[in-house]
């Protein structure tokens, strides 16, 4: 064998005896993590607030392994999980949900009533308060006389005058100017020209003031051309 041929042998043993330890040092691929137990799956929903989801997950617990005294600490922790969330929804003035919380805390926690007393007096008096408002506006809606032109409860309500007959215009201002002091309603005055927004307002305010004279209210004009005199009315909300 010539000089040069041993010499190429020689590189070519050496490269692959590198290769195999480079193959053999090289650290083996490291085993995917276990999944979370049930009990563990339980905590995490927990605390990431899928409280329904635990809820099933604790059933499936307790059914399987009835005597487990580890249960008996999540259930405890689902319950005031659910407590907090009653917490939470009451400050937010969302009483049904808070009320769907605490049913399910205090189904989880029966023989604690003092831990979900107070939050339990928080919602009461929150229905009574929703109550007193509605039976408030319920009375105050009895109390305001039939509208006579506008829908008490829309936005807005556009007449029409007719203004090619004076008497018949009149008339519908007597029953605007009404429905603006009931319904304590602002004014838009739209009218095809500019003159005559003005001259509608002075009919119009010379009726409030009649029924009403100390009512705030506003008004406001708008010129469209060739369209017939229109009042729009927006009452108050209550």
Same mark, same amino acid.
């Given at each position: 064998?010539?000089?040069?041929?041993?010499?190429?042998?020689?590189? $070519?043993?050496?490269?692959?005896?590198?290769? *195999?330890? $480079?193959?053999?040092?090289?650290?083996? =691929? /490291? $085993?995917?993590? +276990?999944?979370?137990?049930?009990?563990?799956?339980?905590?995490?929903?927990? @605390?990431?607030?899928?409280? $329904?989801? +635990?809820?099933?997950?604790?059933?499936?617990?307790?059914?399987?392994?009835?005597?487990?005294?580890?249960?008996?600490?999540?259930?405890?922790?689902?319950?005031?999980?659910?407590?907090?969330?009653?917490?939470?929804?009451? #400050?937010?003035?969302?009483?049904?949900?808070?009320?769907?919380?605490?049913?399910?805390?205090?189904?989880?926690?029966?023989?604690?009533?003092?831990? &979900?007393?107070?939050?339990?007096?928080?919602? @009461? #008096?929150?229905?009574? @308060?929703?109550?007193?408002?509605? =039976?408030? !506006?319920?009375?105050?809606?009895?109390?305001?006389?039939?509208?006579?032109?506008?829908?008490?409860?829309?936005?807005?309500?556009?007449?029409?005058?007719?203004?090619?007959? %004076?008497?018949?215009? #009149? !008339?519908?201002?007597?029953?605007?100017?009404?429905?603006?002091?009931?319904?304590?309603?602002?004014?838009? &005055?739209?009218?095809?020209?500019? @003159?005559?927004? /003005?001259?509608?307002?002075?009919?119009?305010?010379?009726?409030?003031?009649? *029924?009403?004279?100390?009512?705030?209210?506003?008004?406001?004009?708008?010129?469209?051309?060739?369209?017939? +005199? %229109?009042? %729009?009315?927006?009452?108050?909300?209550?």
């Amino acid at each position: 064998m010539t000089l040069f041929a041993s010499r190429c042998l020689l590189v $070519a043993v050496v490269s692959l005896g590198l290769g *195999l330890a $480079a193959c053999q040092s090289k650290p083996p =691929e /490291p $085993a995917p993590p +276990a999944p979370p137990t049930a009990a563990e799956a339980l905590q995490q929903n927990i @605390a990431s607030g899928e409280l $329904a989801t +635990a809820e099933d997950q604790l059933g499936t617990l307790q059914a399987q392994n009835p005597a487990d005294p580890a249960l008996e600490g999540y259930q405890r922790q689902l319950a005031e999980a659910y407590l907090q969330r009653s917490q939470v929804s009451l #400050q937010k003035g969302d009483v049904n949900a808070a009320a769907t919380a605490l049913a399910r805390a205090r189904s989880l926690m029966p023989q604690a009533p003092a831990l &979900i007393g107070g939050v339990n007096g928080a919602i @009461a #008096q929150a229905r009574k @308060a929703e109550l007193e408002q509605a =039976e408030a !506006a319920l009375k105050a809606a009895e109390a305001k006389p039939a509208a006579k032109v506008i829908d008490p409860s829309a936005n807005s309500t556009p007449v029409a005058l007719d203004t090619a007959h %004076i008497h018949k215009m #009149q !008339a519908q201002l007597d029953d605007i100017a009404t429905d603006v002091v009931n319904y304590n309603c602002d004014v838009v &005055i739209q009218a095809p020209r500019k @003159a005559d927004g /003005p001259w509608l307002e002075t009919l119009l305010r010379k009726r409030v003031g009649k *029924l009403s004279s100390g009512l705030d209210y506003t008004v406001g004009h708008r010129v469209v051309r060739n369209q017939p +005199a %229109i009042i %729009i009315l927006s009452p108050a909300k209550p």
